[in-house]
């Protein structure tokens, strides 16, 4: 499974910013697709995750109400639309792959990873 991340950019505080990951390759082995986060010095950690099939997602708190996750099974392309964006969303953002079913926030489970869109999100 091949992931293509992008969409990233400037923004100014309270603006919004739609980032999209392309699936390429054997992406019907995938289960799930998540979106994750690293500012700078800090760790990757996890912003929201859904399932190819059914749509279900799962957010963490702090992106709830202002992020939203879809998929497109057609395209095989994962979004992620961020409103009321705040200077701490300031990031690279990654899409992941999880091959094995259940939404989860642990890292460590997704097998494939994209190269990371930067969001700059201006005071």
């Known amino acids: 499974v091949q992931l293509q991340a992008f969409g990233g950019g400037l923004v100014q505080a309270g603006g919004s910013l739609r980032l999209s990951c392309a699936a390429s390759g054997r992406t019907r082995t995938s289960y799930v697709m998540g979106w994750f986060r690293q500012a700078p010095g800090k760790e990757r950690v996890f912003v929201a995750a859904i399932t190819w099939n059914s749509g279900t997602t799962y957010y963490v708190d702090s992106v709830k109400g202002r992020f939203t996750i879809s998929r497109d099974n057609a395209k095989n392309t994962v979004y992620l639309q961020m409103d009321s964006l705040k200077p701490e969303d300031t990031a690279v953002y990654y899409c992941?792959?999880?091959?094995?079913?259940?939404?989860?926030?642990?890292?460590?489970?997704?097998?494939?990873w994209g190269q990371g869109t930067l969001v700059t999100v201006s005071s």
């Open positions: 992941a792959a999880k091959l094995r079913t259940g939404l989860t926030a642990l890292r460590e489970r997704y097998n494939y």
